[in-house]
């Protein structure tokens, strides 16, 4: 086991630099545009594509770090450039993981790949699992998946809902039910490819927050895809399903395994917006001068800024050590990627709000960012688990309760 330290290794200070420097020079520039047009921003997830950060390498690379610390070293950076254009960028990455969490060997190499296409042809793709009416409550999936046996395919229908690259994306990954009797164990996760017939895009989303990452729903209408289109493969499902009939403890939810491993994930985007807010108002606090002096020079602002970094390192520490477990396959007895999904949202939100605060009018408006990244930081409080549900995942896991 390595070595308690805190300390980055050269790779991870190069790597944290190098994003850092896309995220000021690429992203900041065009920030508030996407925000304004609410569309994909593809000429930006093609410059990511084009240095590097959005592949299939740069992910694999920083997922093998056995500190866990990479990946989110470069979340928080691309955050702190702009969680819409982050979300643009990363929005792949859950169907990455899905497929890595319960894809074969065969299937990993070749969806992930045709997740984010090359520097010259940029693919993108989604996970779909909530619902009109399933959001927190995966058990209550209503999208099915039916086995065609004298054509090995499996015939999916249902409606998705707030779906990152819903409809647009060239891979969608898409958990739907089996055996509804089963609820949530009854549940598996199925690749369709682009351009299958029976997939479309449903609603497009216009929301309050990251508005430069797309969010729509799918609608799926006798959508045929191939028996060996299952991740993990019939056989493996069959098993699982025949365990869970007999009452036997299997290895848990498709969605919720995916969601579990990403939570530290979301945890350092929250951080990373929570940081371009704290530093954009600790500079504007003492530039800003009323009666005669810099307004960090009075207690009400300064003590809030301190709070402020406070809560911000504390955010960050929890992401780490999520990350950390996570990579060194350490369980969340406590539910630690909850504990820092939960923290960072929330503390971005705080921090965010309290910017504001800080600018006074100029908060408000939209000539600065500080509004913009306070509707971003609202979002993280919700989507991949909301903070009572996260909250209620921690209640469970140190009492061993089965808190409803």
């Not at 500190?67 to 990455?96: F, K, P, R």
């Not at 070749?110 to 959001?135: H, L, N, Q, R």
């Not at 940081?275 to 300064?302: G, M, P, T, V």
Request: charged share 20%; glycine share 10%; with cysteine.
């Amino acid at each position: 086991m390595t070595e308690f330290s805190l300390a980055l290794s050269d790779d991870q200070t190069t790597v944290r630099d190098w994003v850092h420097g896309f995220a000021l020079n690429v992203m900041r520039p065009v920030a508030h545009e996407w925000d304004e047009r609410e569309e994909t921003p593809w000429p930006v997830i093609e410059e990511a594509a084009k240095v590097g950060i959005y592949s299939m390498d740069f992910f694999a690379s920083a997922l093998a770090d056995s500190s866990g610390v990479t990946m989110v070293l470069a979340l928080e950076e691309l955050s702190w450039g702009d969680a819409g254009l982050c979300m643009a960028i990363m929005g792949s990455t859950l169907a990455m993981a899905a497929i890595m969490g319960n894809g074969t060997p065969q299937q990993v190499g070749e969806w992930i790949p045709a997740c984010f296409g090359t520097p010259g042809d940029v693919k993108i793709a989604a996970f779909g699992v909530s619902e009109p009416d399933a959001g927190s409550d995966v058990s209550s999936l209503r999208t099915r998946a039916i086995y065609d046996e004298a054509t090995d395919e499996w015939v999916l229908n249902g409606t998705k809902t707030w779906i990152t690259n819903g409809g647009i994306a060239h891979v969608h990954v898409i958990v739907a039910s089996v055996d509804p009797t089963l609820g949530s164990r009854g549940h598996a996760s199925f690749v369709i490819p682009e351009g299958t017939p029976g997939l479309r895009m449903g609603q497009k989303f216009q929301k309050m927050g990251i508005r430069a990452s797309h969010t729509a729903e799918v609608i799926l209408e006798d959508c045929r895809i191939p028996g060996s289109c299952l991740l993990g493969g019939k056989e493996k499902l069959d098993e699982k399903l025949a365990r869970a009939r007999e009452g036997v403890k299997t290895s848990g939810q498709a969605a919720m395994a995916t969601f579990e491993a990403t939570r530290p994930y979301v945890g350092a985007q929250a951080v990373g917006i929570a940081r371009a807010a704290y530093e954009y108002s600790l500079d504007y606090a003492k530039e800003r001068r009323q009666f005669n002096k810099a307004i960090i020079e009075n207690q009400a602002i300064a003590f809030k800024l301190a709070d402020i970094k406070m809560r911000i390192d504390a955010a960050r520490l929890l992401v780490w050590r999520a990350a950390w477990m996570a990579a060194n396959k350490q369980p969340f007895l406590s539910g630690e990627g909850s504990q820092s999904k939960l923290f960072a949202s929330e503390t971005a939100v705080h921090v965010t709000g309290e910017a504001i605060q800080i600018l006074g009018g100029y908060g408000y408006v939209r000539d600065y960012p500080v509004e913009r990244w306070h509707r971003d930081a609202k979002i993280y409080t919700i989507f991949e688990g909301t903070s009572e549900i996260q909250r209620l995942i921690i209640a469970r896991a140190i009492s061993g309760v089965q808190i409803k």
